[in-house]
C-alpha cells in the first residue's frame, strides 16, 4: 500500500496519505478538507544491505529516512 503525497490547491497543505490501490479518490486536505488537490512526485528510497538506496542510487547509512543532508 502506497503513502503518496499531496498538495492541497485551497490552502497550499502538503500531506501524506496512505492510499489503497490506485484509487485516489476521497483523498482531502488534513488542514481544510478541501478535496481540490494534486498528487506530488516523490523520492523514492530502497533498503539494501544495511543502507538506504535512494532512485539516483546514492546510499545513506546515517539515517533511517534516506533524506537528510548527509545522503545527498
Known amino acids: ?21 490506485s484509487n485516489c479518490q ?12 494534486s498528487k506530488l512526485m516523490s523520492q523514492v528510497a530502497f533498503k539494501s544491505g544495511g543502507k538506504f538506496v535512494s532512485a539516483s542510487g546514492s546510499a545513506c547509512s546515517s539515517c533511517s529516512s534516506g533524506s537528510c543532508s548527509s545522503c545527498k
Do not use: A, N, T, W
Open 1 to 21: 500500500m502506497p503513502i503518496y503525497e499531496f498538495q492541497c490547491k485551497d490552502c497550499g497543505e502538503v500531506f501524506e496519505e496512505l492510499v489503497l490501490g
Open 26 to 37: 476521497g483523498v482531502k486536505c488534513k488542514r481544510c478538507k478541501s478535496s481540490q488537490i
